[in-house]
Every structure is written in structure tokens, then in C-alpha cells.
């Protein structure tokens, strides 16, 4: 007979077929429900690891981190100012750009769009907008030749394919009551970039001298760099700021796309209070599990009372036995939520394929795939919370079983 006792016996009745049928029901359901819990909890958790990723690796490999632009004027000495801004802690490279806003012209079909002027050489220390070029070439951007890097959408719509030409329409200062027509310049689109979702609608790109030329200004008014920690961008934008002695605006990622992180966590926040509420109503089979199975066997209490047994003893039994069933509810929850965790790209891609339809647009969301990113530091902290909840709900049936008077069961019995 293994040792100790408790834990043989508790084993037992966890194997034992049970006179009431209604009993391996509920218990078979608690195992089911855990395991469902668990396995729910995992995958939700990992897609929001997924997007969590995919809004830092993809994102934020295009929109600057933090950016600086002058209330007024353009800055007197910018290399000087890039030096000190590179320079400062947590700040990885910075590079110079103008925004220049104009409406878009392809014969009758115009687009209004913020255009971004940049310095091609340092542009992608900062971002890597180049790698989501997929037609034309990122070095065709060239000062003095009026030439423009379109998101892929905005080219459709304006039905352009590289190589074309098409014009911007700057607006001129109104002089009195007089409306001046806007200025029209040729621009030749020379490259096409997809990410997916909104940013491939508000984003071109225009070399920086070819901006100062068309607005008339000595240098640029902005800077965007890239920082070491993401999520301190907006405290290291504010405090670049404060040690320049200019008046300038400050701007990081969250405070144009950080409503998708908050989103993600709050996303987070909630399923891990709703699904960690679907394991404790699972735990509660287990309580019901245990109180019928302590009716069922208070006859072999009572023996086990009459033959020395202690009342920690018979508490571990059921303890046992009820841990048993948490445990292999965990268990094949956790190996349930991982495999499909780690397939699950693949399997809603299949589904979509299924069914003809996506569940993410790209024109809307940042990405058109749902991703998956498992921690197994998350899938080994859910399963200890199950069991330990399925420990937990053992405590008051096992109490009530160590509670049983053997003299007035086996009395009863006969």
C-alpha cells in the first residue's frame, strides 16, 4: 500500500466509480470546465500578447517615437540640436522633417494629406517605413526632383501606379478680401509603401530640401527620434524638451496611437477577472463534486474514524481527491491553450478561408491577421492559480468529512 494514506485513498475515490451517477457527472464537468477556463484564458491572453507585439514591431517601426516640433520659425541650429537630442539618455537617433499639408491631384481624383518631408539618410535610423515599400525604391527620393512615396491606398484611389505624375496644391496667404489659387507643383511618384490599416491613408513622404524650397523655409521646424523604452517615449519627449531652449511642441506615439495600447491592456485586464471567474464557477463543481462524495462514503469515514484515522487525514483525503480533479482539469487546459495558442494564426486564417470572410480589415486595424504571442510565464501562472482555486474549493467538504461521528453513522447503519 503506498504512502502515506491519504493521498492512496484520496486517489481511489478519485478513480472509483460513484453509486450516484449524477456525481462522476458533476465531476467530469468540473474537469471539462476548468480545462476550459484555462485553455480560453491562454489563448486570449496570447492574442493579446500578439497584437501587443505587433503594435511595437510594426507600428511603431513607423510612427516616430517622439517628435519635437517649434512653436515658430525653424530651429537656428539644427545640427547642433540633433547632436544634444542624440546625446540625451534613452535616446537611440533622431532625424529632421517639415509637415507639409496639401490636397493631391491625379486628373479628377484628389486626396488631402499631410505630407511628411524627411532626410532619407537619417529617416531610417528612426523608422523603418522603408521595409513596407513594395514597388519602387526607397533611394528615388531625391532632393530637387520633386519626387513622392505614396501609401499604397492613397495610389488607388488616386489610380496612380509608379512612374506618374500627379500634382500638390499648397495654399497661398489670402491678401485682404482676395482668395489667391492655391500653387501647383508636379510631384513624380516614385514608390509605393503597405503596412495595412489606417497609416497606409495618411502617410507620403517628399524629401526635406524639396519642402524648404516649397514653403519658403531656412531649416527644419521638427525632429522625430526613437527611444530605448516605448513606453516612457511621452516622459523623454517632455524632458528632451525642457533641457532645449526653444518653445516646442511635444508629441510621442501615445498620444496619437496610444489609445491601442491602453486598449490591449484594459482588453487584457478584463479577461483575466472574467475567464479567471468561469475556473472559480468550475471549482464550485468540485465543491458539489466533494459534498456528495462525503455523503456517499460516510460509511467508510465512520470505519476509518473507528480505525485511528486523524482528522487531518481524512480532510487530505479529499482534499486529495478533489485536487486531483483541478489538477487534470489545469493540466489539459494549459496543453489545450498552448497547442491552439501557438496555431492560432493558422487556424482563424483557415477559417476566414472557410467562411470568405476576414475578421480584421487592414483598413482599419494596423494588421489584417489575428496574431499570437504565448508566454509560458503566463500559461505556468494561470495553471498554479486553477489548481490552487481548485485546492481552495476542497477546504469546506473536507472539514465537513474529518466533522463525521462514527457512532452515530455505524449505528444508523445497522
Known amino acids: 500500500m503506498y ?123 528612426v523608422t523603418n517605413i522603408e521595409q513596407y515599400i513594395n514597388a519602387g525604391d526607397w533611394t528615388l527620393l531625391k532632393a530637387g526632383q520633386h519626387s513622392i512615396i505614396l501609401g499604397k491606398s492613397v495610389a488607388d484611389k ?38 495595412g490599416g489606417q497609416l497606409d491613408n495618411a502617410l507620403a513622404f517628399i524629401h526635406i530640401e524639396d519642402a524648404k524650397v516649397l514653403l519658403s523655409m531656412d531649416d527644419a521646424n521638427a525632429i522625430a527620434f526613437k527611444v530605448d523604452d516605448v513606453l516612457q517615449a511621452q516622459n523623454i519627449a517632455r524632458d528632451v524638451a525642457y533641457s532645449l531652449s526653444s518653445y516646442l511642441y511635444i508629441r510621442s506615439w501615445i498620444t496619437s496611437q496610444g489609445y491601442l495600447y491602453q486598449d490591449i491592456q484594459m482588453v487584457k485586464s478584463l479577461m483575466y477577472l472574467i475567464l479567471l471567474l468561469v475556473v472559480a464557477v468550475a471549482c464550485f463543481n468540485i465543491v458539489s463534486t466533494l459534498v456528495m462524495a462525503v455523503n456517499e462514503k460516510r460509511g467508510d469515514i465512520a470505519i476509518l474514524k473507528t480505525m485511528g484515522a486523524s482528522k487531518w487525514m481524512l480532510r487530505s483525503i479529499f482534499i486529495v481527491q478533489g485536487a486531483f480533479n483541478g489538477l487534470l482539469g489545469s493540466l489539459l487546459g494549459g496543453f489545450l491553450g498552448v497547442y491552439i495558442a501557438l496555431n492560432l494564426t493558422r487556424i482563424i486564417k483557415y477559417l476566414e478561408t472557410l467562411i470568405g470572410h476576414k475578421f480584421l480589415s487592414g483598413d482599419i486595424y494596423f494588421i489584417d491577421f489575428l496574431p499570437s504571442q504565448l508566454d509560458y510565464i503566463q500559461v505556468l501562472t494561470i495553471t498554479l492559480i486553477a489548481l490552487l482555486m481548485s485546492i481552495l474549493s476542497t477546504i469546506y467538504p473536507a472539514w465537513g468529512a474529518s466533522n463525521i461521528q462514527p457512532a452515530q453513522e455505524l449505528g444508523y447503519s445497522h
Open 3 to 125: 504512502r502515506p494514506l491519504s493521498i492512496f485513498i484520496g486517489l481511489r475515490y478519485s478513480h472509483a466509480k460513484h453509486k450516484n451517477k449524477f456525481v462522476s457527472f458533476i465531476s467530469v464537468a468540473s474537469i471539462l470546465g476548468i480545462s476550459l477556463g484555462v485553455a480560453v484564458l491562454i489563448v486570449g491572453l496570447s492574442a493579446m500578447n500578439g497584437f501587443e507585439k505587433a503594435l511595437r514591431d510594426q507600428l511603431l517601426s513607423v510612427v516616430p517615437h517622439a517628435e519635437l516640433e517649434m512653436v515658430k520659425g525653424s530651429f537656428i541650429d539644427l545640427p547642433s540640436t540633433l547632436k544634444q537630442i542624440e546625446s540625451y539618455p534613452g535616446v537611440l537617433a533622431a532625424t529632421p522633417y517639415i509637415t507639409v499639408n496639401g490636397l493631391l491631384q491625379k486628373d479628377n481624383q484628389m486626396k488631402a494629406l499631410q505630407i511628411r518631408a524627411i532626410k532619407p539618410e537619417t529617416e531610417n535610423n
Open 158 to 195: 488616386l489610380k496612380m501606379s509608379v512612374g506618374e505624375s500627379l500634382s500638390l496644391l499648397l495654399p497661398q496667404k489670402q491678401i485682404g478680401n482676395k482668395l489667391k489659387a492655391p500653387r501647383v507643383i508636379k510631384f513624380k511618384l516614385v514608390g509605393l509603401f503597405e503596412m
